[in-house]
Structure formats: structure tokens, C-alpha cells
């Protein structure tokens, strides 16, 4: 490719790396027959250990800028972030609360004394189980009155992608020069 710089990386839409180019997949290379390559991009992708270095990995990867911007993380040359899924905690849940729904239209008389002996035996009774209350201080309702919801299963946290191979230029013009 006319005027790229060792080092390089483009972007391409078909599937096979051009003459004198690799694709950006962690591959690793001898140092000896790749110097130029070695010196620009040393072990920034994984660790050199005199006779391979590694190319930069960019499957499933987007790329992001090197450097730190206002107001943004430092981010090292080489350094990986991020995670392909997420499972958020209560305390990353924004806050809310859930409403009880309950059928108050039918009334229920509210007897503090009995009107007569009672049976031992509880009667079972149909109908609505809740009856209108009156009180205006709150009242805790017991643990096992209210259930949980959600799974605590991770979720998948991407914007859509479109994959497409990252090449990087094994020999070209050494940058700098």
C-alpha cells in the first residue's frame, strides 16, 4: 500500500490482509525478521520476550484514543478496557420505588371486640384480603409480603457494531523518517 507507515493500522472491508500487512488479531511475530515493526510498536500489546512481540488484538475490540482528555480516565498505549457484559447493583440502579396495586372497592367492617364466642378453627374466607386503613403513620409490611424481581444475570453492554478487519502494516515507510 502506497505511503503507509510501519505500524499502521487501516481498516478493511474484505477479508484477507494485504501484501505486506497483518491483521490486528494478537498474533505474534519474530522480532528478527520484523525490527522496523518491533521498534514502533515494541511490547505494547503483550509481553516481548526477546524473540516474539504481539500484534494489537482488535477482535470484538473497538479502538479508543491513547491519552487522557478533560475529564477522562488516563489510558495507557496498549492497555485494554472495558468488559463485554454487566450486571448492574442496587446502588447502580437509579432511584425509584414500585407501587402496591390493591382492590379497595369493597369495604370491610373492622371489629376491634367479637360479637360472640369464636371458633378455635380459623373459617376460610374469600374475597379481598386487604381492607382499607385508615392510619396515616406508615407501617413495615412483613419480609415475605413482598417478593424480588430481576435474575442478577449479567447483560450484554454494546452499541451495535459492523465488523470489519483491522490490518496492521508490517513494512511501509518507518514513521519519523
Not at 518491533?38 to 484514543?65: E, H, R, W
Not at 381492607?131 to 447483560?155: F, W
Amino acid at each position: 500500500m502506497a505511503d503507509a507507515f510501519t505500524g499502521e493500522i487501516r481498516v478493511y472491508s474484505f477479508d484477507y490482509a494485504p501484501q505486506d500487512w497483518a491483521f490486528c488479531n494478537g498474533g505474534r511475530l519474530l522480532i528478527d525478521q520484523n525490527k522496523a515493526l518491533f521498534s514502533v510498536i515494541k511490547s505494547y500489546y503483550g509481553p516481548a520476550d526477546g524473540t516474539f512481540f504481539y500484534l494489537p488484538n482488535l477482535q470484538g475490540t473497538a479502538p479508543m484514543g491513547a491519552g487522557q482528555g478533560t475529564g477522562l480516565t488516563n489510558r495507557t498505549l496498549g492497555s485494554m478496557t472495558g468488559t463485554v457484559s454487566v450486571t448492574l447493583t442496587t446502588a447502580q440502579l437509579p432511584a425509584h420505588t414500585h407501587g402496591l396495586q390493591v382492590d379497595t372497592s369493597t369495604t370491610a367492617t373492622i371489629q376491634t371486640t367479637p360479637t360472640a364466642n369464636v371458633s378455635v378453627i380459623a373459617t376460610p374466607v374469600s374475597g379481598d384480603v386487604f381492607a382499607p386503613y385508615d392510619q396515616t403513620a406508615a407501617v413495615t409490611l412483613d419480609a415475605g409480603a413482598i417478593g424480588t424481581t430481576g435474575g442478577g444475570q449479567p447483560h450484554e453492554n454494546r452499541s451495535p457494531l459492523l465488523a470489519l478487519n483491522f490490518c496492521i502494516c508490517l513494512t511501509g515507510v518507518y514513521p519519523g523518517s
